[in-house]
């Protein structure tokens, strides 16, 4: 994995330089030095920022150092898909196909 890599190469694909970068993510340049060239990693608090700035979610960044293509990560139920899987869940079979009709009216075009 090569994550260092990743982030220079997401922050060259915006034309940002690693002052720019550092100033989104509350980091120095020389810190994001550190990390695009490896000599260290970036802690949770930096990654955090760095997936913000990046508009990806932690996981989809080391997807990308592991050379998965964006397109084919997997993205994780954002709160109101958990709250309605949570929901489904917690139904009888027969409520459960209900909203399973309602749903496909509802999915309709028009």
């Known amino acids: 994995m090569n994550i260092g890599g990743t982030i220079k190469a997401l922050r060259e694909q915006r034309g940002w330089s ?62 109101a898909e958990e709250l309605l899987l949570q929901s489904f869940r917690a139904m009888s079979e027969e409520r459960r196909l209900l909203l399973l009709q309602v749903g496909a009216q509802f999915a309709q075009p028009g």
């Open 18 to 79: 690693q002052e720019e970068l550092g100033w989104r993510v509350s980091s120095s340049s020389a810190n994001i030095s550190r990390i695009e060239t490896g000599k260290h990693g970036p802690g949770p608090d930096v990654l955090e920022a760095l997936a913000k700035a990046f508009e990806l979610k932690v996981y989809e960044l080391f997807a990308l150092a592991e050379g998965e293509p964006l397109h084919l990560v997997a993205r994780l139920p954002d709160q």
